[in-house]
Structure formats: structure tokens, C-alpha cells
């Protein structure tokens, strides 16, 4: 059982920055290939970026490459998602999940195992 903890989420102006963070306790953090996905009102649940176990792989979007960056510090057992240059359309709750199994990249909800509760982030025009 991995339990995942969202937090930094907010509410900024277009063109501003967050960093969200996603601290892990339980399993051994660094066994999982972790992602970052969201969710605006109204629609789906859409994958933002992931990051294999190691930390040395990531993939993105392609509506946030460029804008976002994916890290991990294993040592700390937190994950983050750097999000730059943010646009209104970035609008949405913030999901940190988990992957315990082999697959590389991991883009589809199904092929994570655990999820946190979500942070919301707002981009204002």
C-alpha cells in the first residue's frame, strides 16, 4: 500500500508558476514509476507527465511540454510537478499516482495502482 499526499496547488494569474508536490509513505517510494494527471470541471481525467522509477525517464503531454516539469527525490519520498508559463486552460484538480508494475510510458489511469486525493490549481486570465 503506497498512501500519496498532493499539496502546492493555488490559484495564479496566466503566465505564473506552481510547484506541486507529492509526498509518498508506505512501499518503498522508489520501486514505483510515478505520474502526474488532472481533471477541469466537466471533463476527463487526462494524463500530464510521468516519470520512471529511477527518475532518469520522464514523458509529457504534448499540451504541457515545454511548460512543466516532472522530478522526484527519492531520498525524501516526494515527487513534484514544476508548472511554468501556466495558461487558463491548466485549470484543473492535480493527481499524483503511483505504479507499481513494469510499463514504460504509463499515460492511461488504469495502469496506475495508487492516487492521491488531488490538489487544485487555477490560472486566472
Known amino acids: 500500500q503506497v498512501h500519496l499526499v498532493e499539496s502546492g496547488g493555488g490559484l495564479v494569474q496566466a503566465g505564473g508558476s506552481l510547484r506541486l508536490s507529492c509526498a509518498a509513505s508506505?512501499?518503498?517510494?522508489?520501486?514505483?514509476?510515478m505520474g502526474w494527471f488532472r481533471q477541469a470541471p466537466g471533463k476527463e481525467r487526462e494524463f500530464v507527465a510521468t516519470?520512471?522509477?529511477?527518475?532518469?525517464?520522464?514523458y509529457y503531454a504534448d499540451s504541457v511540454k515545454g511548460r512543466f516539469t516532472i522530478s522526484r527525490d527519492n531520498a525524501e519520498n516526494t515527487m513534484y510537478l514544476q508548472m511554468n508559463s501556466l495558461k487558463p486552460e491548466d485549470t484543473a484538480g492535480y493527481y499524483c499516482?503511483?505504479?507499481?508494475?513494469?510499463?514504460?510510458?504509463?499515460?492511461?489511469?488504469?495502469?496506475?495502482?495508487?492516487w492521491g486525493q488531488g490538489t487544485q490549481v487555477t490560472v486566472s486570465s
Open positions: 508506505g512501499r518503498t517510494f522508489s520501486s514505483y514509476s
Open positions: 516519470i520512471s522509477w529511477g527518475g532518469t525517464s520522464t
Open positions: 499516482a503511483a505504479a507499481g508494475t513494469a510499463g514504460w510510458p504509463r499515460t492511461r489511469e488504469y495502469q496506475y495502482d495508487y
